[in-house]
């Protein structure tokens, strides 16, 4: 059974930056070849924000909303995610999700939410000034 959770999430000023760390803490061998971070902010639906392959190197994809700031890394041998939050803005402010088990072609639809399968319980990143 995969159980994803995430860390690293609180409270930061506009501009500042977070890092946010999800991991499989199940006791399986499941490797995850792909990983990807979602968000949602209060009356708003799931947003697809970083995802990417763990085994390929290259295969990245971000929204647009947190392009340039926001850097999605891996360490494979771990099957953990990271996602790198700077210049953070108040509209970033949101449950964040780990989420794997992808069923998809490479590309902008690894940003699609309902192609994940299995989901963390989420994080909470504030940002407030």
């Known amino acids: 059974q995969v159980q994803l959770v995430e860390s690293g999430g609180g409270s930061v000023q506009p501009g500042g930056s977070m890092r946010l760390s999800c991991t499989d803490s199940?006791?399986?061998?499941?490797?995850?070849?792909?990983m990807g971070w979602f968000r949602q902010a209060p009356g708003k639906e799931r947003e697809g924000i970083a995802a990417?392959?763990?085994?390929?190197?290259?295969?990245?994809s971000y929204s647009g909303s947190v392009q340039g700031r926001f850097t999605i890394s891996r360490d494979s041998a771990k099957n953990t995610v990271y996602l790198q939050m700077n210049s953070l803005k108040l509209e970033d402010t949101g449950t964040y999700y780990c989420?794997?088990?992808?069923?998809?072609?490479?590309?902008?639809?690894?940003?699609?939410?309902?192609?994940?399968?299995?989901w963390g319980q989420g994080t909470q990143v504030t940002v407030s000034s």
């Open positions: 990417m392959n763990l085994v390929s190197l290259g295969i990245v």
């Open positions: 989420a794997a088990g992808y069923n998809g072609p490479f590309g902008p639809t690894m940003l699609e939410s309902a192609r994940w399968r299995y």
């Open positions: 199940s006791l399986t061998d499941r490797i995850h070849h792909n």
